[in-house]
Structure formats: structure tokens, C-alpha cells
């Protein structure tokens, strides 16, 4: 591969930084270590500009070109946070937090971003400027969304704006990446069921809340076979059914937890009326009350043509274009990145990271063997849209 040689140089110290991120997780917006590590660095490179607490803990590093005529300002993102799982894979860099650890790979993604930094900085081949985004909290957090809402995108007068995934199972060496739909739009749902508590001997003086609910859960699993059109995608889960506390009490309520995964808005607003119905009409039946609560989260990840166009071609340079895939089918997973591509047009990528398990398990490891790969990327990304 066709990986520049200072950036083939930077492997063994972007490794020690990966697996500093991976001993020492944080969650969230708490991120006080990984955001001022990060800012740290992005200092010690010699970034024009260096900026915290956007988005309450983010981090943004500007690099600006040989020359700045062209006036393009190109955004690149990595997230920060980890999960709160404790980790089992036994490495000597393992998590060193209980309840803990980077399952996501998000301590490669910060390690490629700022070894891409780190020549970007050395280098400025470009015409234009690089804008480094170190997000928190795209682990159910918002994130994104927080640093959007912060100014991230007119403060620094970001026009385009990219971000890079790991992907398990695809081989090394290798990218992903697809114009249109690539993650689905994650809501939350909570149904509360209220019926009349009583003693499980006498279950006719009763609404018994967990047989409410019971069809309730099966009720709502038509909604994706019978009221989405076959050719429109999604998912709905319930995830968690609560309700009682011992062996002869029938409970007073219940609850159900889940997720809905759609891509077109349409569907999305259909099955949040449906669920409303479904859950209200199934208590009515048996003399119960229920209560759907509905939490629009991240909306779809979208990758706009001409962006995707961009991606693929700096992604060929470093891998050749026999090692790009782009005819694959979107995941139902969600990523905040959403937010960011909502405000400007741009391209989520995936790289290849070999077999191995998949990522939020307690035995994920990211692969240290793909950071030149994806520095590689980032680097002639930035080089390539805006060229010296």
C-alpha cells in the first residue's frame, strides 16, 4: 500500500497512544484524561488553533495549509468515549477501570486522527484548512449533536465534514463506504402499563399488568411485517419488560423498554403513531392503562454523493480501488455522526479491521496493525480536497 513513509514512521508511536486511550476509558462527557491528552497532542503538533469544552468535553485542532487561497475548510471526526463493560481479553493494555473499556474501537479512531494530525501539521501540502474533531459522548450521549448545537460547524466555518468507523470482518486493507443511507435512525420507547395490583390466588380481582403487557410485546411485532411497506426497512425491539417483585403478587404496572431502527422519516413518524395505538388499545382491551413514551435519538447517517465520491478516491490512493467496497447493503445500527451530516454534506467510512470479535463485546480489541491505513486516509483525504 502506498502509505506515505513519515506516516508508516508514526506507527509505533500511534500505537503507544491507542493503547494509553484503551488502558485508561472514560465515559461520555467525562472525559477529563482522553480531552486534555487529546489537546495535549494536538499542541505539541504545533495546530494553529486548539480549542476545549465544545460540546462540553470535545476537542477541535486547526491545521491550516501552505496556503489558505483556496478557502476550503475540510472537517475530520473522531469520537472519544468508551463503554461501560469490563473487559476480558486479558491484553497487557487492557482496561485498567472497572465496568470500563474501549469496546468500540474508539481509541483507534482518536489514535489514527491524531497521527494524521501529527503529518498534516509537519507537512500543510495542502490549500486550505483541517479542522480535527474530537467528539464525546456518540455512546448513547449526543454528542454530536451537542458539539453542532456549540457552534462547532460556523466557528470554524466547516464546509465538509468526515468521520471514520472500524469495521470488524472486512479485511485489512480494506474500505467501505456507500452514497445514501449507511445507519439507521435509533429511537427509544417506553410503555408503561398501570392495571389493578392483587393476589395471585384471586387473579380475577385483579388487571394483571404482565399478561397486558405480554400482548402488548406481541401485538407490536406486526407493526414491521404488516404496517411497513416490504421494500422500507426496520426494527423494533423491546428490550426490557419489568413488572413485579415476588411469587404471589400481581404488580400494579409494568414496563417495557426497546428501540425502533428506521431510514425514512415517513416510517419512523408511522411506527410511533402505531406503537401509540397498539400499546393503548391492547390496555384498553383488558381494562389496563398504558402510556408510550417516544424518544427521537441519532436520525439516519446519510452520505451525500459528492462527498462519498471524495472519500472513495483518497481511500483508492492508499488502497487501490479494487479494495473499496461500495455496493453493500446500510446497517440498522445508529451512529451520531448523523448530527454532524445533517449540518454539513460529507461521508462516514468503515475500515477494514480483520477478524475478529465485534465491536461492544468485552473481548473486542482494535487492531493496531490498520492506524497507518487509516492516517493514510485521513491525510490524503485533506491533501486531495484541497490540493497545494
Not at 66 to 77: C, D, E, Q
Amino acid at each position: 500500500m502506498p502509505i506515505v513513509n513519515r506516516i508508516a514512521g508514526l506507527h509505533e508511536e500511534a500505537t503507544a497512544w491507542r493503547r494509553d486511550f484503551h488502558q485508561h476509558p472514560e465515559l461520555q462527557f467525562d472525559l477529563p484524561r482522553t480531552s486534555a491528552i487529546v489537546a495535549d497532542r494536538l499542541r505539541e503538533f504545533g495546530c494553529d488553533e486548539v480549542v476545549t469544552g465544545i460540546g462540553r468535553t470535545g476537542v477541535v485542532g486547526v491545521i491550516r495549509g501552505k496556503s489558505t487561497g483556496s478557502g476550503r475548510v475540510v472537517g475530520l471526526r473522531s469520537d472519544m468515549d468508551a463503554l461501560p463493560l469490563t473487559e476480558i481479553t486479558g491484553a497487557p493494555w487492557a482496561s485498567t477501570v472497572p465496568g470500563k473499556m474501549h469496546a468500540c474501537g474508539h481509541d483507534g479512531h482518536m489514535a489514527m486522527l491524531l497521527g494524521a494530525g501529527k503529518y498534516l501539521a509537519e507537512t500543510r501540502n495542502f490549500d486550505g484548512t483541517a479542522i480535527l474533531i474530537f467528539q464525546p459522548a456518540e455512546e448513547g450521549g449526543g454528542g454530536a449533536r451537542a458539539m453542532v448545537a456549540d457552534g462547532l460547524m460556523d466557528r470554524f466555518g466547516v464546509q465538509e465534514v468526515y468521520g471514520m468507523h472500524n469495521a470488524v470482518g472486512r479485511p485489512v486493507g480494506t474500505f467501505a463506504m456507500r452514497a445514501g443511507p449507511r445507519s439507521a435512525a435509533a429511537d427509544l420507547i417506553a410503555i408503561r402499563v398501570e392495571g389493578k395490583g392483587g393476589h395471585a390466588a384471586k387473579p380475577h380481582l385483579a388487571v394483571d399488568t404482565i399478561l397486558v403487557a405480554s400482548h402488548i410485546v406481541v401485538a407490536i411485532q406486526s407493526v414491521a411485517s404488516r404496517n411497513v411497506d416490504p421494500l422500507g426497512q426496520a426494527v423494533i425491539s423491546i428490550c426490557a419488560f419489568n413488572a413485579g417483585f415476588t411469587n404471589n403478587v400481581i404488580p400494579q404496572t409494568a414496563e417495557l423498554r426497546g428501540t425502533v431502527r428506521t431510514f425514512d422519516p415517513a416510517i419512523q413518524d408511522m411506527i410511533e403513531r402505531r406503537l401509540k395505538e397498539i400499546a393503548e388499545g391492547t390496555a384498553a382491551l383488558f381494562g389496563a392503562k398504558a402510556e408510550l413514551t417516544y424518544t427521537r435519538g441519532c436520525p439516519a447517517v446519510v452520505n451525500h454523493p459528492a462527498e462519498t465520491d471524495y472519500a472513495i478516491a483518497a481511500a483508492a490512493s492508499v488502497v487501490g480501488e479494487s479494495n473499496i467496497a461500495t455496493d453493500f447493503p446500510p446497517s440498522m445500527g445508529s451512529e451520531d455522526f448523523s448530527f454532524m451530516l445533517n449540518a454539513r454534506p460529507g461521508c462516514m467510512v468503515s475500515i477494514g479491521q480483520g477478524d475478529g470479535q465485534y465491536v461492544h463485546h468485552p473481548a473486542y480489541d482494535f487492531n493496531d496493525e490498520i492506524l497507518p491505513i487509516g492516517m493514510s486516509y485521513w491525510a490524503r483525504l485533506v491533501e486531495t480536497r484541497m490540493p497545494a
